[in-house]
């Protein structure tokens, strides 16, 4: 149990493209999901969370007009990337927890974005 | 504000031998804490986790961490790793707010495993 999935895996673009990545918790309804960004050989970087049904809430220095994130379902969040840049490129990784069990993250596989 | 330090960068081990992670937090209450561990490319996956009890606390894959209030410490164990146990270690503290539990994580342990 306590499956997320990510999609795509990996994408590659072009500069000033946006790109969506898509988070699904497959067999339970989370109710917070949570975005982070993890340069190579580093930590996760929390970017932003987000309530089913309600604005994400952005960490200090996470531009939210650059990166959008909905979750308007109980197992889907999605990031997009506007007029994406090279300094963009990263690994994407989602979280999903449920109500009543808030205290665990169950993490996606992660999304690689290079952007060309 | 919370933090988690992971002192080791790296960590080489011999097959067999027995492994130790260290991880130390700053919060200012009881904290929530964890261990996760990512293989190359891949997400993370929960090793274990501690929210109250028993200081030490059994995980999967045969880890085991014990929780020391008095070192802010919390510590990952296993008595004899293999091969497959090569991978990056995260440490994480959790805060238990409105919008669900934030996680601030440590800088990580890579561990390679000699043959």
């Known amino acids: 149990g306590a499956v997320v999935s990510q999609h795509p895996s990996w994408v590659i673009c072009k500069s000033g493209t946006s790109v969506k990545i898509e988070c699904r918790s497959l067999d339970f309804q989370a109710t917070t999901m949570f975005w982070y960004r993890q340069f190579p050989k580093q930590s996760l970087m929390l970017m932003a969370t987000s309530n089913e049904g309600s604005k994400a809430t952005y960490e200090q220095g996470v531009e939210k007009d650059k990166f959008l994130i909905n979750h308007a379902s109980l197992t889907l969040s999605t990031l997009t990337v506007t007029s994406a840049h090279p300094e963009d490129s990263s690994f994407y990784i989602c979280?999903?927890?449920?109500?009543?069990?808030?205290?665990?993250?169950?993490f996606g596989p992660g999304t690689r974005l290079l952007v060309l | 504000a919370q933090s988690v330090t992971q002192p080791d960068i790296h960590i080489t081990v011999s097959e067999g031998a027995s492994l130790e992670l260290r991880c130390n937090y700053s919060?200012?209450?009881?904290?929530?804490l964890f261990w996760y561990v990512q293989s190359p490319g891949q997400g993370l996956q929960l090793l274990l986790k501690y929210f109250s009890g028993d200081t030490l606390v059994q995980g999967i894959k045969g880890f085991e961490a014990e929780f020391k209030r008095s070192q802010s410490s919390f510590n990952l164990r296993k008595p004899s790793v293999h091969w497959s146990d090569a991978a990056e270690y995260f440490c994480?503290?959790?805060?238990?707010?409105?919008?669900?539990?934030?996680?601030?994580f440590g800088g990580g342990t890579r561990v390679l495993v000699k043959p």
């Open positions: 919060y200012g209450a009881t904290p929530y």
């Open positions: 994480a503290v959790g805060d238990l707010g409105a919008a669900g539990n934030k996680l601030t």
């Open positions: 979280s999903a927890s449920v109500r009543g069990q808030g205290e665990t993250q169950y």
